[in-house]
Nanobody
Framework: QEQLVESGGGLVQAGGSLRLSCAAS????????MAWFRQAPGKVREIISV????????YYADSVKGRFTISRDNVKHMVYLQMNSLKSEDTAVYYC????????????????????WGQGTQVTVSS
């Protein structure tokens, strides 16, 4: 049974940092591109970041570039999102997603292109 479980969300002041984690199970993790998406109330889901299965290629949305860092541990089957310099507009539910991507592409930025999803973790940034 494929499963993604996010953790690490919470309440933080603007300018602060959080580290989200996503634990994967039931997947051939080392063949998956992993992504983080977020959805704020009343807004559409948006891509935040993608990392290829070997971890050497990444994509970031312009809104988070330079502030967020995605990484993965293929031994522990974990993916992380380090979020620094948080802003109130970063407030959202953050979701981890996976898709098999053996050719290491990082161009899948539409949520419909991902097969596996976590339940989400709330991030609230107070101003």
């Amino acid at each position: 049974q494929e499963q993604l479980v996010e953790s690490g969300g919470g309440l933080v002041q603007a300018g602060g940092s959080l580290r989200l984690s996503c634990a994967a199970s039931g997947l051939t993790f080392s063949m998956c591109a992993m992504a983080w998406f977020r959805q704020a109330p009343g807004k559409v889901r948006e891509i935040i970041s993608v990392i290829n299965w070997s971890g050497n290629r990444t994509y970031y949305a312009d809104s988070v570039k330079g502030r967020f860092t995605i990484s993965r541990d293929n031994v522990k089957h974990m993916v992380y999102l380090q979020m620094n310099s948080l802003k109130s507009e970063d407030t959202a539910v953050y979701y981890c997603a996976a898709r098999y991507e053996p050719d290491q592409a990082i161009d899948k930025i539409d949520g419909h292109q991902y097969n596996y999803w976590g339940q989400g973790t709330q991030v609230t940034v107070s101003s």
